[in-house]
């Protein structure tokens, strides 16, 4: 792909400056049921981006329909789109910051890897969780390797590139026992071949199954509740919007007007780390390539500010932080700080109350804007300080806002989730939690 | 697009190693979104989509492949690479159809329209919601709307094209007081052009918007309890898409693994509950002439006073359950093998009228908006969110209430529906699942359930 003639091409019909970005990826995905292979998919995609600047505003396309004429008629496309915006705001396209954080590639080749193993390793998986006596089925049993590239290109002489190579594999059992069924997984991502241990992951997923076996729902009341790091990190995942530059400017957050205030208790610390080595993935720079840097969304309770994107950056008179992704403005790694108490020590003080290691609908329990939630959930009964019996179908219910300040205590046991969230466990002081009355 | 006889010689060609079954899909889409904040047009973007899916069937088994790239040369190569997963004797495809010609009914499509008209729209409308009341601080509207054609081609003879007109307008307000801050949602969609703002009552709607943002400024959150829930006509659909449309799709039914599963001519719900899956309502937001298996879509009946009557089923599920397809073949785009999935899904009306209903319940909620909702096929739990409700006390409605989250189990929900009311009605969404996100409408008339467990966070801490 000749971008650098796409570029002068976008320049000769009247664009004061052009960004194109290709991302090219191909994937191997296995699904294995009942011992063999039923699924076996492969993929191999291109995507072109261009962003161009017309008379002051900014026209954006994307297409996988790639050729000399089609590029032609996208920029056209580009100008047209940026002609209908009414809205003033800065149109920039970046010349490149000073320097960029080195981040080791990963350059382990799946494909070097044969099938037949791969094969063998899924069907191992599967097959370990489906020969366990409480297993009536495996859902699906999947392996998939991804291996992508994209380079970041303008007419301001920026050129950059990212590479990102990882496998996951994952097996749902469902577990039974007389008329209770219950799912149980384990998502295990890897960034070499070795690092997946099929016999390992299975007995996980089986251990997982078993301890959610035989659930009680619990009587309605208000609990003391302890929230793995796993799904507080998801409660972190969908309030993240509200520390964006752009929901500030569009009325969108209510911390619109709290830099600099507490909004939560004085030893809660939210950090965005692009380079954090327990996450998943590393990133040097963000989608315009403004180089990615850690920095503090609420130190000792205080909020420190708004992460942006380059218009946002211009309109608020700050620096770049370095946080435009898909189009708009979202964390890299974001995490709560841990604190020093390990599981143990943290359920050790309460006398009655509920461990959640499972939240479902999140897209829908959740209103951002106001900091309620109520999420059907799932973990276990705490009893004088000890887990002590599976719990299921109730709904746990509060305010995001109101969280913040109302942790007794955080965990040791800081844990990234695919996406780039992180978070110990959590106890907070007390919670709504509804349920059945049997 | 590559030229049908060139497509009759790559499927033969995809049988020679054994394989029962070939099929190609080519598609391309394309995407424009506009955005209104406030008083002005904030963002235009184009997406395309553009490629292939290569399908191939051997004993139930699928290998899938996909590309961008739909030169000739490039989709042999991924057919090749594909049939060396099977080992067999060669099989002959059958010479394909003429394709059959399909309706999309659009009356203004997209393109056709200039972008001043669409922004028009869409500054009117959110000056409508700005304009509603001082504490609205915040209006979004935004028309999404895309054209997918499709060609599927497969070794049974199937030839067809298919030309998918969506639009969905987006309203959004938020409200905000003392610090409280509230937001409002409404996404009306239908497989329609321009002629959508004609059909759905925007003005009307995004009136609605930014009152119900300011109505939930007062509302409570709600007391956690178990109580009868009266769900109101449209969205309250979600209820049925997920507590018993998911769990009714091949993919869950084929292995068994939905509560459904062999249930076929027995009861499943209460008697009052008669339910279906049309892929073919003029205009609506879930309908294709053809699925993306080729076959004409049908209205299927489901559930028939209580008695499970047919499953969603796929071409390759059908081979499994040795069960008819229901032309419930779907995907989001080429990246995706179809399986089944479904369209226009609803509850039909039964006698009742609502106000009876509501006089009937000494306490109660009235769910009259609800968000979006989740299931676990496998177990049949599901959950769905009420946004914006109302507590019902001695057969009247009374305080507002938020953060009522609804959890049940499908198997058993559809059992305690003791009411069904007469005025069926519609919403619209994009649905999840394993083939992609695709648009789906839900439906049902106000029906009321005789016991849920309602979680929210009110009462004391």
Known sequence: M???KWIELGLSKGLSD????????????LVSYEGKIEQNTISDVSTVSIRGIYEGNIGKVKFEFISDDQVDKMLDKVIENAKVLTVKEPAIIYEGSPSYPEVKVNDFDFASVPMTKKVE??????????????????????????????????????????????????????????????????????????????????????????????????????????????????LLSVFSGLYSAESAYRHLTPFENKVGESIAQSNFNLIDDPLHEKAYFQIPFDDEGVACKKKYIIKDGVFQGFMNDLKMASIFNQDPTGNSFSGGIQTTNLYLEPGEKSFDALIEPIQDGVYITELVGLHAGVKAISGDFSLQASGFKIEQGKVVYPVNMIVVSGNFFEVMNAIEAFGNDLKFDVSGFGSPSVFVKSLSISGESK | MLNKNVIQDLLNEALVTGADFAELFFEDTNQEAIRVTSKDVSNVSFNNVHGVGVRLIKNNDVVYGYSNDVSEEKV????????????????????????????????????????????????????????????????????????????????????????????RVILMGVASENGQMQQVFEGPGRAMGFEIFDDVNPFELAKDVAERAIHMLSAQPIVAQEMPVVLANGWG?????????????????????????????????????????????????GRTSFDDEGMKTQKNLLIENGILKSYLVDYRNGLTMHHKPTGSGRRQNYKFPPTSRMNTTYIAPGKDKVEDIIKDTKYGLYAKQLGGGQVSPATGEFNFSVSEGYMIEDGKLT??????????????????????????????????????????DVGQPTIRVSKMTVGGAGGQA
């Open chain 1, 2 to 4: 000749n971008t650098k």
């Open chain 1, 18 to 29: 052009v960004e194109i970005s290709v991302s090219e990826s191909t994937s191997l995905k």
């Open chain 1, 121 to 234: 390793d899924l069907i191992t998986l599967e097959m370990r969780i489906r020969n366990n006596e409480k297993v009536s089925n495996v859902q699906t049993a999947v392996y998939q390797e991804n291996t992508s590239g994209a380079i970041l290109t303008n007419s301001k002489g920026l050129h950059l590139t990212r590479k990102n190579r990882f496998a996951y594999a994952y097996g749902v059992g469902v577990f039974k026992e007389g008329d209770d069924v219950t799912t149980a997984y384990e998502f295990d991502i890897f960034k070499t071949y070795d690092q997946f241990d099929p016999n390992k992951l299975a007995d996980i997923t089986i251990e997982k199954g078993l301890k959610s076996l035989g659930p009680v729902s619990l009587p309605t009341k208000f609990y003391p509740v302890v929230f793995s790091n796993e799904t507080f990190s998801e």
């Open chain 2, 76 to 167: 042999r190569a991924l057919v090749m690479s594909l049939s060396a997963s099977f080992s067999g004797d060669k099989k002959e495809a059958t010479p394909l159809r003429e394709a059959l010609p399909f309706d999309n009914k659009v009356k203004r499509p997209m393109e056709s329209v200039p972008a001043s008209e669409k922004t028009e729209k869409l500054l009117a409308l959110s000056d409508v919601i700005l304009s509603h009341d001082p504490r609205i601080v915040q209006s979004i509207t935004q028309l999404l709307s895309w054209k997918q054609s499709i060609l599927v081609a497969n070794s049974n003879g199937v030839y067809q094209n298919d030309e998918r007109h969506y639009a």
């Open chain 2, 237 to 285: 659909g979600v209820i049925f898409h997920e507590a018993c449309g998911h769990p009714l799709e091949a993919t869950a039914v084929a292995k068994g693994l939905s509560p459904f599963t062999g249930k076929l001519g027995q009861a499943i719900g209460s008697s009052v509950v008669t339910a279906y899956d049309d892929g073919d309502v003029d205009g609506a937001w």
């Open chain 2, 399 to 440: 305080t507002p209430v938020k953060g009522a989250m609804l959890i049940g189990k499908g198997h058993e929900v559809l059992f305690k529906i003791d009411k069904v009311a007469d005025n069926l009605d519609f919403g619209q969404g994009m649905c999840g699942s394993i083939s992609g996100a695709i648009p789906t």
